[in-house]
């Protein structure tokens, strides 16, 4: 049978393959029930709606034991939706009106999150799963024989659906390996949990994909956005090659975790993680990562009906903060707008710091909090979407407030995320009022090639030219005020460009958990002074190829001698008579 390529969306990065798993809610029977029975059917509906509100809360509590507090509060946005009166009220007007319970359930969370979806903004249109995701939890549990077909225990799997929410893929058993779905958002809430567990995703793949027969394999590209159903074998190989790779890497991760991450020529560059959950901080201090270079807090958020108040940041924060003893905790504070834009700020035109400097009360409640919980670390407050001295300077005066309103915390370092051309243009003076500089990669590359970052606007490589151009002068802005240069972003663990941001002086790189490893032993098989040539010829080139092929040829020097390798996707592999 000939293979079924269906293209979707990226959510979460990885090549996996394994049995399909259909977790589809099925409603057997839309019968009519007599009107004698209906008070008992209301009683029924409105029983399976608790229960699967005691269900997420007792998940949440799960995710709390377990220092995953992000994921905990956004599955306990579920808990609010099953108590929501207006959401009771309409399953019990279905009900009365005739339909069974699991019917009833299923129309009233259709209409309440259909109405979410017609509000016009993608990032809340995305938050309708998690209405679905409450239906089909409910009616699971007002019928329970109504189940979706399982592979046997102990066969890698992939969860088939149409959209899931954050609370299923948070409670998703070792055996699958990757997440295929006919709807859903990269922005979604189980996109973000997801990707905290390091599960392939992909989504919006189309009402084809739930055709895929129950235990058939189903291959995902959650990088790229596609799922394969009826994968040929060579397709099959690949995918498992890619799991077996990702298992060895992260097996090589820990058995290097305490080796230096120094360049042949004895340069120090510090490998930190991106960590919004302790899931991820662990497995990030696990692979060595020397602290934490950028969490994100406005993840925990992304439901809120309001700005956050102090107790909220604490709750979020507390798991990865209190884990990090005097290890570097570097937190963002809020970069909510573009593609992180939470209910109460819909329509707002402002992201970033220029948001929260016209919010200082909001500003500040997130500051006293992490102040407090940073006691013990090595703590730096990173800010988002920086673009003048001046906005540094205003965070000064809020960090001053801060520390006056909790005694006895140590004043931290205080950075600048530099993701615009405006910015690129203030970076001396940006430079000289903060303690440190970052790249934040991703929407610096976008900003410069002129591409929409969340519009489909295609690929914007790093290590572009024009990019590097930008990067570069940044380099020298934080180099002639003396501070550290951090970068993050894809970048930062992508094979093309780590050589190009060493040879331009990053001082520190922030990646995934997952890539931890694998940057520390390119550091170790780089030399910084062929890295500074690579870059300055990469400045000179013309085309994004041309710098790849510079950048990727250290790796590949300076791995010759090990016997590996190293691919474009950024997989070492080793080479020679056992390949």
Not at 105 to 130: F, K, M, S
Not at 305 to 312: G, H, I, L, S, V
Not at 464 to 479: G, K, S, Y
Request: aromatic share 2%.
């Amino acid at each position: 049978m000939a293979e079924r390529i269906l293209q979707g969306l990226p959510a979460a990065p990885g090549l996996a393959v394994g049995r399909a798993r259909l977790a589809h809610a099925r409603v057997e029977s839309r019968a009519r029930v007599p009107e004698p029975r209906r008070p008992l059917e209301v009683q029924r509906a409105r029983a399976a709606l608790s229960a699967a509100g005691a269900e997420l809360e007792a998940l949440a509590t799960r995710l709390d034991a377990g220092g995953r507090g992000d994921e905990a509060e956004i599955v306990r946005t579920g808990v609010l939706m099953a108590e929501d009166p207006g959401l009771i009220a309409d399953v019990e007007h279905a009900v009365l009106d005739g339909l069974p319970a699991p019917a009833a359930l299923e129309a009233a969370c259709a209409r309440h999150a259909d109405a979410i979806a017609t509000l016009g903004d993608p990032t809340l249109a995305a938050r309708a799963d998690d209405v679905r995701s409450l239906g089909r939890r409910a009616i699971r549990l007002a019928a329970p024989h109504a189940a979706g077909d399982e592979p046997p225990p102990g066969v890698d799997t992939v969860l088939v659906a149409d959209e899931l929410g954050p609370a299923d893929v948070a409670e998703l058993g070792p055996d699958v390996v990757a997440i295929a779905l006919a709807a859903g958002g990269p922005t979604a809430h189980a996109a973000v949990v997801a990707r905290g567990l390091g599960l392939p995703m992909a989504v919006g793949l189309g009402p084809e994909l739930l055709t895929a027969p129950a235990h058939e394999p189903v291959v995902v590209d959650g990088g790229s956005g596609v799922g394969v159903l009826t994968p040929g074998a060579t397709r099959v190989e690949a995918a498992a090659a890619a799991q077996r790779e990702r298992r060895a890497e992260h097996e090589q991760a820990l058995l290097d975790r305490d080796l230096p991450a120094v360049t042949r020529d004895g340069h120090r560059v510090r490998v930190l993680v991106n960590a919004a959950t302790r899931a991820e901080l662990d497995a990030g201090l696990a692979a060595g990562a020397e602290g934490v270079g950028l969490m994100r807090t406005e993840l925990a958020f992304l439901a809120a009906a309001q700005w956050p108040r102090e107790a909220d940041h604490r709750a979020a924060m507390a798991p990865v903060l209190s884990a990090l003893g005097g290890r570097t905790a570097t937190v963002r504070v809020f970069d909510f707008g573009a593609d992180k834009t939470p209910p109460f700020l819909a329509g707002t035109a402002e992201r970033g710091l220029e948001l929260l400097l016209a919010h200082p009360d909001a500003l500040d409640a997130q500051l006293r909090a992490t102040l407090d919980l940073g006691r013990e670390c090595d703590l730096r407050i990173l800010l988002p979407m920086v673009e003048s001295a001046e906005q540094v300077r205003a965070v000064q005066a809020a960090v001053a407030r801060a520390l006056a309103a909790v005694p006895g915390a140590p004043a931290p370092a205080l950075g600048a995320m530099i993701e615009t051309p405006a910015a690129v243009a203030a970076a001396a003076q940006i430079a000289a009022a903060a303690d440190f500089l970052s790249i934040g990669t991703n929407d610096l590359a976008h900003a410069v090639l002129g591409s929409d970052r969340f519009g489909g606007g295609g690929a914007a490589p790093a290590h572009h030219p024009r990019v590097l151009a930008a990067m570069a002068a940044t380099a020298r802005a934080a180099a002639g005020a003396r501070v550290i240069l951090e970068v993050c972003g894809e970048a930062a663990s992508e094979p093309a460009s780590v050589p190009l941001l060493v040879g331009i002086g990053a001082d520190e790189l922030s990646v995934g958990a997952a890539r931890v490893g694998a940057v520390r032993g390119w550091i170790r098989s780089l030399r910084r002074d062929e890295a500074s040539r690579a870059a300055a010829a990469a400045l000179d080139t013309v085309s994004e190829a041309d710098a790849a092929v510079l950048g990727e040829a250290l790796l590949l020097e300076g791995r010759d001698a090990a016997g590996e390798r190293v691919e474009r996707n950024g997989r070492i592999l080793a080479v020679g008579p056992e390949a």
